[in-house]
C-alpha cells in the first residue's frame, strides 16, 4: 500500500478504512505503528484533530487506554454508531408523529429505525454478542457479551424539538456494564466511559461534583413523577431534562449533585451506569436484588424501576434519607 495512502487511511477515523491500513501490515509493522499512535494520542502539543483520530485508530486495533479488556474496537465502533444514529435522527427531529406504548411512553418510527440499524450492524460486527434494547430484543440470554440499545433516549422530547434527547449505547459483560456511549446529537455532546478507565465528553475527562454537604446553589435532576409526590426534602434546586441518559450525564460532568428518576427501564440506564462511576458518582436502582448482573431468561420490558444517583458516597446517603418516601425498594420478579 502506497505509504501516504496508508496514513490517510489510518487518520481517516473511518472504521473500515483503518482496519484496511492496519491489516496490510506486518506484525512488526504494526507494533511500531502502534507506538507511534500512542505517542501522537498523549502529545498535547499536537492539534485535537491529530490525536483524536489517533486515539480513534488505536480503539479500532485494540490498544486504546482502559480498551484492553474491551472487545476489539468496540469503544471505537459504538462512538461511531452512536454518532451516526444521531446524525440521521437529528435531521428528522421535531414535530413528529408518535403513538403510545402500553407502558405509557411514547414511540415513533424513527425509534424502530435507529433500534433496527443499531442492532444489525452490531450484528454484523459482533455475531456471537447478545443485543438488548428498547424496541425489539428485551430478554436477557445470558451471552458474555451484550449491547444494550436505548435508540432515542427522550422520544418526547424528540417528538416536539426539546433538545434534550439522546443514543444510548452500553456493552455489559456477564451481565454487568463495562463500557457505554451517549451522543446528544442537538447539543454536539458525546459522553462515554469505561469501566475503570475514566469518563470522557468529547474526549475531554470529566469528573463527578466535588462537594461533601447539600447546598441552596446546587442542582439535582428529577424527573416529572418525583414532583407528583410533592417537593422532595432537597435543599437544591430542581431541574427536568426528560431524558434520563442526560440527568446522568450531568452527573457524571458535574452539573448536578444528584439524580432521582422514578420510571425507567435497564436500556435508559445500561450505558450510563459505567459512564457515571468511572466519572467518580454513585448510582443505584430499589431493585432489592440490584439490577446488575443481570437474569437470564427475564424479561426487561417488563421490569420498572427506580434509580438514584449522587456525586459521591457522602452524598449519596444524605439523599437517599432524604428521599426514602419516594425510593422505596421493589423485587425485579415481582414484575414478571
Partial sequence: MNLDLFWERIFSEEAPDVRAAWEALEPEEQESVRQLLREIAADEGRVIEQRRAAGFALEI???????????????????????????????????????????????TEFDLEADRNISNAIRERYPDHGVLSEEQAQVFGGEEWVWVIDPIDGTSNFTWGFPTWGVLIGLLHHGTPVMGVADFPMIGHQYYGIEGA??????????????????????????????????????MKARISG????????????????????????????AMWPIVRAAGAQVASNLSEGLFPLIKDLDYGDIGFAILGACNETLEASVRERLSDRFKPIHALDHG
Fill in 61 to 107: 486495533v485494540g490498544a486504546a487506554p482502559g480498551t484492553d479488556g474491551l472487545p476489539p474496537g468496540a469503544l471505537a465502533f459504538a462512538r461511531e454508531l452512536a454518532r451516526d444514529a444521531g446524525i440521521r435522527l437529528r435531521k428528522v427531529e421535531g414535530l413528529l408523529v408518535a403513538t403510545l406504548k402500553k407502558d405509557g411512553t411514547l414511540v
Fill in 198 to 235: 475514566g469518563a470522557w465528553l468529547n474526549d475531554e475527562p470529566i469528573k463527578a461534583a466535588q462537594a461533601d454537604s447539600l447546598q441552596p446553589t446546587q442542582l439535582f435532576s428529577a424527573c416529572s413523577r418525583t414532583l407528583k409526590f410533592g417537593k422532595p426534602n432537597l435543599p
Fill in 243 to 270: 431524558s434520563t441518559g442526560f440527568d446522568l450525564a450531568m452527573l457524571a460532568r458535574g452539573s448536578v449533585v444528584g439524580v432521582i428518576q422514578q420510571s425507567v427501564h435497564v436500556w435508559d440506564v445500561a
